[in-house]
C-alpha cells in the first residue's frame, strides 16, 4: 500500500519556466491538499480539493494552480516559477468523514533560480 | 498572522524525562486540534488528536492537554526516548467550515540518550 505518494522528490527551475507535481493517493480519499513548507512559517495551504472535478483555494494560491480530474490525483502547477516559490511541497489526503487525520506525502523540494 | 503559534522552536529533553511541547491559537472559531510529528526528508505523520468539547486525550506515552479559556494546548511525551526526536507541529481547524488545517512553525525536539 502506497499512501500518498508525489513526484518528483527534487526539482531545480529556473525563473519563469513551468512544471506540475503530482500527488497520487490510493486510498480513496475524497480530500486532498497541496502545502508549501517554509522556514519559520510552518505548513501553509496552497490549494485543496474535496472531490473529483472540484478544487478551492487556500491560504497562498498565487502562483499555482490545481487540477483534480481523478479521484486518486491531484496535480499543482507552477506556470511561470518564480524564486519566491522555492520550498518544500507536501501534498495531503484524507476521507471526507475523518477526523482530519490527514496522510501525508514525502514532500518535494523544488529550487528556483 | 499566524493563527497557531509554537512560540518555541527548539526543545531538549533527557531520555525517561517528560516532553511538554506548547502551542497558542489565536482563532476562537477553531474547535479540533491535532499534532503531528515529522522526521527529516518525510512527510508529517499524524499523532494525536483532541475536540474541543474535551479538555485531554491520551494515547500511550502521548497526551494533549486543551485550555480553551486560554486558547493553548499542550503535547507531553512521558518518558521521552530518542526515537521521539523530530518536528512537531501543531494544528487547528474550525470543523464546520471546509476542514482546512492552520499548522504552526513546529518545534524540534531532541531527546538525548
Known amino acids: 500500500n502506497a499512501g500518498v505518494t508525489q513526484t518528483p522528490k527534487f526539482r531545480v527551475l529556473k525563473t519563469g519556466q513551468s512544471m506540475t507535481l503530482l500527488c497520487a493517493q490510493d486510498m480513496n480519499h475524497e480530500y486532498m491538499y497541496w502545502y508549501r513548507q517554509d522556514p519559520g512559517m510552518g505548513l501553509r495551504l496552497i490549494h485543496y480539493s474535496v472531490g473529483e472535478g472540484t478544487t478551492a483555494k487556500g491560504e497562498v494560491p498565487d502562483g499555482y494552480n490545481v487540477s483534480r480530474l481523478k479521484k486518486q490525483n491531484f496535480l499543482l502547477g507552477l506556470e511561470s516559477a518564480a524564486p519566491s516559490q522555492t520550498s518544500v511541497y507536501f501534498c495531503a489526503s484524507h476521507f471526507q468523514d475523518s477526523t482530519l487525520e490527514a496522510f501525508f506525502g514525502q514532500g518535494t523540494r523544488l529550487t528556483v533560480v | ?113
Open chain 2, 1 to 113: 498572522d499566524q493563527q497557531v503559534k509554537q512560540n518555541s522552536p527548539s526543545l531538549s529533553v533527557q531520555e525517561g524525562r517528560i516532553s511538554i511541547l506548547n502551542c497558542d491559537y489565536t482563532n476562537s472559531m477553531f474547535d479540533y486540534f491535532l499534532w503531528y510529528k515529522k522526521y527529516p526528508a518525510e512527510g508529517p505523520t499524524f499523532l494525536i488528536s483532541i475536540s474541543s468539547i474535551k479538555d485531554k486525550n491520551e494515547d500511550g506515552r502521548f497526551t494533549v492537554f486543551l485550555n480553551k479559556s486560554a486558547k493553548h494546548l499542550s503535547l507531553h511525551i512521558v518518558p521521552s526516548q530518542p526515537g521521539d526526536s523530530a518536528v512537531y507541529f501543531c494544528a487547528a481547524s474550525a470543523r464546520g467550515g471546509a476542514n482546512n488545517l492552520f499548522f504552526g512553525t513546529g518545534t524540534r525536539l531532541t531527546v538525548i540518550p
